[in-house]
């Protein structure tokens, strides 16, 4: 079955970074755009970035130039690199792939467990 399995995820202070991992397996990875996403309880969901099987690459406006998102094909893996973390970055961060549409922009049919960052001022 499809899987999806996010870490590295902790406390950082404001103006750190984080990377975190997306592990996936159950699908034919590198056919597949892979899309990062964030929750914050009471809010909506917000999309962060994704990325295309080709590589191609799309970021939230108000992200991009701070987060990066890349992939391993070879070892199945999506990373976010995330730079001058701001409090407001606090969130539960959920990859997660679009069986449908295969570039980016992708929804969300299946996701991860996601992992907690959370930022302090």
């Known amino acids: 079955e499809v899987q999806l399995v996010e870490s590295g995820g902790g406390l950082v202070q404001a103006g750190g970074s984080l990377r975190l991992s997306c592990a996936a397996s159950?699908?034919?990875?590198?056919?597949?755009?892979i899309v990062w996403f964030r929750q914050v309880p009471w809010k909506a969901r917000e999309g962060v970035a994704c990325?295309?099987?080709?590589?191609?690459?799309v970021y939230a406006d108000s992200l991009k130039g701070r987060f990066t998102v890349s992939r391993d094909n070879a070892k199945n893996t999506t990373y976010l690199q995330m730079t001058g973390l701001r409090p407001e970055d606090t969130a539960v961060y959920h990859c997660?792939?679009?069986?449908?549409?295969?570039?980016?922009?992708?929804?969300?049919?299946?996701w991860g467990q996601g992992t907690q960052v959370t930022v302090s001022s």
């Open positions: 997660a792939v679009d069986v449908v549409r295969r570039r980016c922009p992708v929804g969300y049919d299946y």
């Open positions: 159950g699908f034919r990875f590198e056919d597949y755009a």
């Open positions: 990325i295309s099987a080709d590589g191609g690459t």
